[in-house]
């Protein structure tokens, strides 16, 4: 784990981001304190649509009726 004060990281942004998009865990300090960890953006993955689901949920017609165990 490479750690680095605010005003190094600073200096060297880009190598640092090389670092981090190679794998390598970059840590940046203030005062010898963790702050944050630099590492690659990966995105959500897929785009959720709505209405993709339609048909795969499915409910009980008395969902909304109160339990026989709740009742007074």
């Known amino acids: 784990m490479a ?3 605010i005003a190094e ?3 060297k942004f880009s190598e640092l981001v090389d670092k981090a998009m190679a ?3 970059v840590v940046i300090a203030r005062a010898n304190q963790p702050l944050l960890k630099l590492v690659p953006y990966h995105g ?3 785009t959720l649509k709505p209405g993709s689901a339609k048909g ?3 409910m009980s017609d ?3 009726q109160p339990l026989d165990d709740f009742k007074d």
Request: overall charge neutral; proline content about 0%; glycine content about 12%.
């Open 3 to 5: 750690r680095y004060n």
């Open 62 to 64: 008395d969902f909304d």
């Open 56 to 58: 795969q949920i499915w």
């Open 44 to 46: 959500r993955g897929r």
């Open 23 to 25: 794998g390598e865990e």
């Open 9 to 11: 990281a600073k200096a």
